[in-house]
């Protein structure tokens, strides 16, 4: 079984920054891969960054160049940087570890003040 566990989130104003991470039980970390997603209120859940297990990423568009996913495989930890947030950043923020299944965060609050 995988247990993950973030932490991170708060309130901050628009164009500041913040840090997610997010931390995995189990022996499966160095080979999945990790996700950070968010939902925003009203809105569908959206994929923000992958990392793959060679540490390959990917964005959102709208993400691009403000937010940086990484991982560190000897702590089981992913991070999320994300700086110059705006207000439209705000959501719950997921994190999400994928290897032949899904396993999910509980998911810190990010809101972001104008």
């Known amino acids: 079984q995988v247990q993950l566990v973030e932490s991170g989130g708060g309130l901050v104003q628009a164009g500041g920054s913040l840090r997610l991470s997010c931390t995995a039980s189990?022996?499966?970390?160095?080979?999945?891969?990790m996700n950070w997603y968010r939902r925003a209120p009203g809105k569908q859940r959206e994929l923000v960054a992958v990392?793959?297990?060679?540490?390959?990423?990917n964005y959102a568009d709208s993400v691009k160049g403000r937010f940086t996913i990484s991982r560190d495989n000897t702590k089981n930890t992913v991070y999320l940087q994300m700086n110059s947030l705006k207000p439209e950043d705000t959501a719950v923020y997921f994190c999400?570890?994928?290897?032949?299944?899904?396993?999910w965060g509980r998911g810190p609050q990010v809101t972001v003040s104008s």
């Open positions: 990392i793959n297990s060679g540490g390959s990423t």
């Open positions: 189990g022996s499966i970390f160095s080979i999945a891969t």
């Open positions: 999400n570890a994928f290897l032949f299944r899904d396993w």
